[in-house]
T-cell receptor, first 110, second 115 residues
């Protein structure tokens, strides 16, 4: 069965510092992977997606993610965090339906 | 812009009431989904539909039903609301039939409280 694990429930980062959010998946074939962001009181917005090809994927808002098959990971990164990046982030895997991780809440301190 | 709208942002109902949550998308998407979101559990799929009048159970369908009479509209029904159905409900839609890679577009969510 497919599953997605986000090991970090909550991360606090200083504005301007780098950010990395971890995502591990379990799936028997080539996965289709997504990162979504949810700002307070909002729906989910797609940050980026991986289907195949280049393992480093660029997304919106300056985010990128790297697919590593050997580690079953799809970690999200941003070189310099802005206060507006405070949100909850979800990693998801798509077979015929999306399976979501439990989410990581990011707090940005000034 | 893809638009997925949900009928209410906040809803308060009493135990035993019948509750309807409505979702409308304006992109002519074939697929529509209902999720519930709870802290520490992420999003869990309740039901989805890949065509009018078609529905499939997701991971947690118990206590819920759905209706899709028109392509753009997907309704979630709580026949007899219970306190453990207090949650955030998110609707989503995507194009093509059961493609494994299509992006899902989400509505803003309905926060339902059952007293």
């Amino acid at each position: 069965a497919q599953s997605v694990t986000q090991p970090d429930i909550h991360i606090t980062v200083s504005e301007g510092a780098s950010l990395e959010l971890r995502c591990n998946y379990s799936y028997g074939a080539t996965p289709y992977l997504f990162w979504y962001v949810q700002s307070p009181g909002q729906g989910l917005q797609l940050l980026l997606k991986y289907f195949s090809g280049d393992t480093l994927v660029q997304g919106i808002k300056g985010f990128e993610a790297e697919f590593k098959r050997s580690q079953s990971s799809f970690n999200l990164r941003k070189p310099s965090v802005h206060w507006s990046d405070a949100a909850e982030y979800f990693c998801a895997l798509n077979d015929y339906k999306l399976s979501f991780g439990a989410g990581t809440t990011v707090t940005v301190r000034a | 812009d893809v638009k997925v709208t949900q009928s209410s942002r906040y809803l308060v109902k009493r135990t035993g009431e019948k509750v309807f949550l409505e979702c409308v998308q304006d992109m002519d998407h074939e697929n529509m989904f209902w999720y519930r979101q709870d802290p520490g559990l992420g999003l869990r799929l309740i039901y989805f539909s890949y065509d009018v009048k078609m529905k499939e159970k997701g991971d947690i369908p118990e206590g819920y039903s759905v209706s899709r009479e028109k392509k753009e509209r997907f309704s979630l029904i709580l026949e007899s609301a219970s306190t453990n159905q207090t949650s955030m409900y998110l609707c989503a839609s995507s194009s093509t039939s059961l493609s494994t890679y299509n992006e899902q577009f989400f509505g803003p969510g309905t926060r339902l409280t059952v007293l």
